[in-house]
């Protein structure tokens, strides 16, 4: 068992090349500079294996568009503004249904923003974020642990589905340090995709495309993806659940905003109050049944975001009328603490009454 | 040299760049449209066609073939 | 009889939808002649924009990649390092190489970047109707500049193939045009040469061809190939603008 310290944006770097990612391009943007040095340092040398620092976050992307049609594990990564640029080529990846995997670690927003942690890209990650009708698999870590653990599962699901993978991580997890160990060792053959586009040798040649002057033929592309879509929210639905079983108040958050909950919901324990956590892993697709099997034992929610409320919708979707669902939000780059969380739980606590229920 | 040269005339467009650049006006419009509305070109054989390939040099659409004795 | 000219094996037989005395028609045959004399069509993928070639992959019988606008250098980059043994070539009109493209092809050049770039100039936006292209010439009407292009308003007519032989990784630089039988032959051998470039693990190489619209110049096909020579190829003179790759020239 050999755990390292290491900061979370280097933790995805080793994750990746472990996972037999040949193909990283990528352009420097705070606060995920170290994900990509890492990729210049380690996988730069590695052989077969690709390391461009792209002349734009734009580039990099259809880099990554390149890469994948020609077989090979691929990724990019940014964060917010250039997760903006990349969405032209992640619609085009899910078009062609190509498997790559795009790290966002997320910033403050909207605009040039700050270089704080944020969680206000999650309408962007998982409505689709670029135009036309698709999603991607969208991964949320809490911890430096996940994030090299989701990295090796999100290129997995990437080449199982033929899809554009996100994982959507923040300025916090990125920079901060724990232990972290990997499983699984360096790849000594690099995975290369069976239907890879290397030259029409012994085959007819193939084209990959996404535009077509019948619209016939591009309905039937988008219900293919949407049978896919089914296939991924039945089988790979990822939520992870904390002290729930007797809770009269559930928090919901992802990423670091379930660490920071999780802190105050130990000490909103400590002083007596039933609350627990609801933590979505996949925010695409949403574990809308897990938390509406949650409402059958408790109807009073916080959602908690680094944000003015994104996934907020989806819990209002999700939950009934009869639910009261509270909002708690910062968005900007601000990081809310534990205790500030924790005076929220007790406000709400007691104003809908929980103290005075068994 | 005797030459020869078929003509698509289902591919050709009727641009007429082949008949411009012809030296031996083997070349010439035809008198019906072809599927696709244009009026095609149609060889005329008599004789003095050299096999020299230049109509199917400049043919955007590959509509002729060239042969040579 | 003696075959003397037929279409090229690697050229789908398939009519072709560009216009009557489009230069695409003629570019396309060009480039699977060269493909077939070199034996690469099992190697070779391409990659087209979006424009009037966006259906280049339907005539080109070698694996072929849609390329969002103006990204093709950066598709072709990402598929030659994942995949170097594949000759990789990229065909792109002026918008796409030299507008929304300029980053992409300058910087895919500057890596030096083992690619072929086959750049179509007709001095316009053909498949969106007829707009103002980066190489519309100095009082060219197009549908965006109805009055003629102003330079003091739109600048100048760009030159992005001398732009780009200012980087060192750009090896191969040569601008033909197809408007001639003897253009025609000559455009033939510069694409082999920037093909063999590539093969030869050389650089980044560019053609730029000079390429007639006649439906968007609003002229007949022989007044559009005559005006290529008579007023195209004085703002872009024809011939080599860089060569170092020690190779024979095309001529």
Sequence with gaps: MNKRLMSGNAAIGEAAIRAGCAFYSGYPITPQNELTEYMAQNLSRRKGCTFIQAESEISAINMVYGASVAGVRAMTSSSSPGISLKQEGISYLAACELPAVIVNM???????????????????????????????????????????????????????????????????????????????????????????????????????????????????????????????????????????DDAKLIVVAFGIGARIAKGAIKNARAAGKKVGLFRPITLWPFPTEKLQELEKTCHNFLDFELNMGQMLEDVQLSLSDKASISFYGRPGGVTALPDEILRVITRIYHQNGLDKIK | MKGSITTDRELCKGCGICIEFCDKKVLAFDAKVNLAGYIPVKFINNGECNGCGVCAIVCPDVAIEVYRE | MKVVYRRPKSLKKRAYHYCPGCGHSIVHRLICEVIDEMNIQDRTIGVPPPGCSVFAYHYFDVDMVESAHGRGAAVATGIKR?????????????????????????????????????????????????????????????????????????????????????????????????????????????????????????????????????????????????????????????????????TKSAD
Aim: charged share 20%; with cysteine.
């Design chain 1, 106 to 244: 997320s910033r403050g927003g909207p605009g040039l923003g700050s270089i704080s942690a944020a969680q206000s890209d999650y309408f962007q990650a998982t409505r689709g974020g670029g135009h036309g009708d698709y999603r991607t698999i969208v991964l949320a870590p809490s911890s430096v642990q996940e994030l090299a653990d989701f990295t090796g599962r999100a290129f997995e699901l990437a080449d199982k589905y033929l899809t554009p993978v996100i994982i959507l991580g923040d300025g916090m997890l990125g920079q901060m340090m724990e232990p972290v160990e990997f499983t699984g060792s360096y790849p000594e053959v690099l995975p290369v995709r069976s239907r890879a586009l290397r030259g029409a040798k012994g085959r007819a040649s193939r084209i990959v495309k996404t535009f077509t002057s019948n619209p016939a033929e591009l309905e039937e592309l988008n219900w293919s993806l949407y049978r896919r879509y089914q296939l991924i929210k039945k089988d790979e639905t990822t939520c992870e659940t904390y002290m729930t």
């Design chain 3, 82 to 246: 994942a995949y170097p043994e594949a000759i990789v070539f990229t065909y792109q009109g002026d918008g796409d190489l030299a507008a929304i493209g300029t980053a992409e092809t300058i910087h895919a050049a500057n890596r030096g970047e083992r690619l072929t770039a086959i750049f179509i100039n007709n001095a316009v936006y053909g498949m969106t109707g007829g707009q103002m292209a980066p190489t519309t010439l100095n009082e060219m009407v197009t549908t965006t500049t109805p009055y003629g292009r102003d330079i003091k308003l739109e600048g100048y007519p760009i030159k992005i193939s001398e732009m780009v032989a200012l980087t060192k990784g750009a090896i191969y630089i040569e601008r033909t045009a197809v408007n001639s039988p003897a253009h025609i032959q000559k455009t033939k051998r510069v694409i082999r040469k920037a093909f063999q470039a590539q093969i030869d693990d050389l650089g980044f190489a560019l053609v730029e061809i000079l390429s007639p619209c006649p439906t968007n110049w609003k002229m007949t096909p022989i007044e559009s190939w005559r005006w290529v020579d008579n007023v195209m190829a004085k703002e872009y003179p024809l011939g080599v603008i860089k060569d170092s790759t020690g």
